[in-house]
């Protein structure tokens, strides 16, 4: 069979930001649930949401969003704002930086001022622009931002008696900065004094919370809005729960309270209400309707209706797992792998269609901690999950059908019950891993016949990880102090115990540390084993079992001209291999690395600064075979990566060539080859048919460095690629132009 690859004009977006960290290979899966600001530009509703930003058109219910897999530099947004005649944008972060969103792209803004001796929290509280100045809000005081020279002016740091104090939020109006504190209404023009705190006139007294302005200046406490010019406030005759914002309009005032958006005129006479029945960060009036942020939501219209790009329902995410088109995502946590960490959210779940998350989640009574979920692979609508708690009748495995609640399994045993996560193997049979009974580690089993779960205690240990099974063997990773790597062979007969096998591989058997994160087997039937202190490799795991002494064997690198242990007393959080054999690895802090089959080649390495990962501390990796997408999952959400490598057969796929045409102005990276068979025989000629260069590809991808057989960069023109698989069956062709 023979395929011939189109002209394909093919080439790599190129951003136009400060920092070149998004590309069309990356997407994400945050959530746009928790809206904390809304604006508008000509008809079109912007929100801000905790990791990006979505625009909402009424007219026609188009919604795009803009998050750092397409252009924003970070995540965890805290304040944001945008002027309309200006299309200029601001937001602001958790960290203390910010964003400059302008119709020519998107600037990323560090060098925020901060008061000498400040060692408090760094994030930017609250922005306000008016005209070309913005003012920002932070723990110590205000800063003037120029929109137009993207630079800061004068900084005002309210030191009060020797203690800093917070700018909640500020607004400029007619020259004059007005700040909201924990003791009252500041106020100081902009003029030379103005960065002396001592010379801010206080207007009025008291703990405020919020403040906006248009034509006129609105400001609160927890329960009243004052409105007016700035020099006289008279007071809103509705009194609320807890103001939790104001937004003005060029006509009216909006205050978001707990559960409910007031709309007043500005001269403060009620206009409409909304009822929203649940919690809102902020609201909205445009065109005589209510738009309420919530936290949970997205935007939610008067009609009822849910206003927002489809996500998870939290960013908060752990471990993930994926069965053709279906997706779940726990969300729970342990610190250092022992106590859990309650963030009371459960299990995200992709359907094929839409995302979901279930009422019963909402609802739970007790302590609640999803460590794992898993998909029943033949029974796609059952889900089974962990809640890791030491809460008797909370803890346990639980099933779940078409997302509603159906039973608990194992739910007494107080901190002696704990369970780490959960593995369906070839056959089906579902195993979780476990750490019970006076310290000893092992798994349960689950019996679908009898809808029950049988417990098999292996060896000592005090923590578990989550497992998983290959070839009819088990294996678990143990965490913490007395741990190592649980290997266990149950011969494809778990219920049956007479004839199964172990070996818990740990210091001795020359691992780096006894404290086992993370485990994986390769195409090549190796055992990569990811410990707190770094990686070891043990062949043939299997015969191991039956081995005194295995050894397990460390990978060796060049560095510097002398050999270096790869990983050597890093933390590894996770290990996966692709189609291809090479590997995924996560370190602790360190972000991902992308390795050659056996270790020893760095192909690629991903960081926060690099790439919109959310954090460098990446707590689990999943390759889909057949998409060759690279899902990242990391407490502050989820990122996907479109990787080269593919479902690999013995004969070739969908041959893609990218970029292509190479021009050298645009792009200066190897040409990537993805679709081969498990081995191709490359040959690149020129049009002339002269042969350029050659190689032998072996995992369904290749890179070629435009470089001819002499090591030169090709000449400018058009080449063509000749591939064959291994034993000639089939073929396939491509072209590629490079423009020097």
Same mark, same amino acid.
Not at 288 to 314: H, M, Q
């Given at each position: ?36 600001? +809304? ?42 704002? *945008? ?12 960290? /203390? ?7 020519? /792209? ?71 900065? *007005? ?26 007294? /008291?703990?405020?919370?919020? +403040? ?19 020099? @006289? ?12 914002? &104001? ?19 500005? @001269? ?47 960013? @908060? ?17 342990? !610190?250092?792998?022992?106590?859990? &960490? ?98 000893? &580690? ?86 990569? &084993? ?26 060796? +690198?060049?560095?510097?001209? %002398? ?23 996560? =370190? ?30 990446? %707590?689990?990796?999943?390759? !889909? ?5 690279? *899902? ?16 690999? =057969? ?33 040959? +690149? ?25 002499? /090591? ?29």
């Amino acid at each position: 069979m023979r395929k011939l690859l189109p002209f394909l004009l093919f080439v790599f977006s190129i951003n136009l930001f400060a920092q070149n960290i998004s590309s069309s290979k990356w997407s994400d899966l945050f959530s746009y649930n928790n809206v904390l600001a +809304i604006r508008e530009d000509n008809g079109k509703l912007i929100a801000a949401t905790e990791n990006g930003i979505f625009f909402y058109t009424p007219a026609t219910g188009e919604i795009k969003k803009l998050s750092k897999a397409n252009g924003l530099h970070e995540v965890k947004i805290s304040a944001f704002d *945008y002027n309309p005649v200006t299309k200029i944008g601001l937001v602001g972060y958790k960290n /203390g930086s910010m964003d400059v969103i302008t119709p020519e /792209g998107i600037t990323y803004v560090v060098d925020i001022p901060i008061a000498t001796g400040y060692m408090g929290d760094k994030k930017i509280n609250h922005i306000s622009i008016t005209d070309n100045k913005a003012v920002i809000s932070v723990g110590y005081g205000v800063s003037i931002f120029r929109l137009d020279s993207k630079e800061f002016g004068d900084s005002a740091f309210f030191i009060n008696g020797g203690i800093y104090e917070a700018s909640k939020e500020a607004v400029i109006k007619d020259n004059f900065v *007005y700040a909201v504190t924990a003791t009252g209404l500041k106020r100081h023009e902009m003029n030379v004094t103005f960065p002396i705190y001592t010379t801010w006139d206080t207007v009025a007294g /008291g703990n405020l919370t919020q +403040i906006a302005q248009e034509n006129v200046i609105a400001y609160s406490n927890a329960n009243q809005v004052f409105f007016g010019t700035g020099s @006289t406030f008279t007071t809103l005759p509705q009194s609320f729960s807890t103001v939790q914002d &104001i937004v003005i309009t060029s006509q009216n005032m909006v205050v978001a309270d707990v559960s409910k958006v007031y709309v007043f005129d500005l @001269t403060g006479n009620a206009v409409n209400s909304y009822a929203v029945e649940e919690a809102v960060n902020t609201g909205y009036y445009s065109n005589s309707k209510i738009y309420a942020g919530t936290k949970f939501s997205g935007i939610k219209n008067e009609n009822g209706e849910v206003l927002k790009p489809d996500g998870p329902y939290s960013n @908060t995410s752990y471990k993930i797992d994926i069965v053709g088109q279906q997706i779940v995502l726990s969300s729970g946590g342990r !610190d250092a792998y022992n106590a859990p &960490i309650y963030r009371n959210l459960g299990y995200y779940h992709f359907d094929g269609i839409k995302w979901n998350y279930p009422e019963y989640f909402k609802g739970f009574q007790g302590p609640l901690n999803v460590l794992d979920a898993v998909i029943n692979p033949v029974k796609t609508n059952e889900i089974f999950f962990v809640n890791y708690t030491f809460v008797d009748n909370n803890m346990g495995i639980y099933r779940m059908n078409d997302n509603e609640f159906v039973k608990n399994y194992e739910k007494v045993g107080m901190f002696f019950n704990r369970f780490g996560g959960l593995t369906f193997d070839d056959n089906n049979q579902l195993f979780v891993s476990s750490a019970k009974n006076d310290a000893l &580690i092992g798994f349960y089993l689950y019996n679908s016949s009898i809808d029950a779960f049988s417990l098999v205690n292996v060896v000592s240990g005090t923590s578990v990880q989550k497992p998983f099974a290959n070839s009819g063997i088990l294996y678990i990773p143990a965490p913490r102090t007395n741990g190592g790597l649980l290997i266990y062979d149950y011969k494809n007969t778990p219920a049956l115990l007479s004839d199964d096998r172990f070996k818990i591989i740990k210091k001795v058997n020359n691992l780096p540390s006894d404290q086992v994160v993370s485990a994986t087997i390769d195409k090549n039937d190796d055992l990569w &084993i990811g410990t707190q202190g770094g990686l070891r490799i043990l062949q043939n795991p299997s015969a191991a079992i039956d081995e005194d002494n295995p050894q397990a064997e460390s990978i060796i +690198i060049e560095e510097n001209g %002398t050999g270096e242990e790869l990983f050597r007393d890093s933390h590894i959080l996770q290990i996966e291999v692709d189609q291809g054999n090479q590997k995924w690895i996560s =370190i602790d802090d360190g972000g991902v690395f992308y390795l050659s089959s056996n270790g020893e080649k760095t192909l690629n390495q991903f960081t926060k600064a690099n790439s919109p990962l959310p954090t460098n501390s990446v %707590t689990d990796i999943k390759v !889909d075979s057949k998409t060759g997408k690279v *899902y990242f999952v990391t407490l502050d959400g989820v990122v996907v990566y479109q990787g080269d490598v593919l479902e690999v =057969i013995e004969n070739f796929g969908d041959v893609l060539v990218y970029p292509n045409p190479v021009v050298y102005s645009q792009y200066k990276g190897n040409v990537r080859i993805r679709g081969l068979a498990a081995k191709t025989n490359i040959r +690149i000629t020129d049009a002339a048919g002269n042969l350029v260069h050659q190689s032998v590809a072996r995992g369904g991808s290749y890179e070629w460095n435009l470089a001819n057989n002499r /090591g030169v960069r090709v000449a400018s023109g058009i080449y063509f690629v000749l591939m064959t698989n291994e034993d000639g069956t089939d073929t396939a062709t491509a072209k590629i132009a490079v423009v020097n």
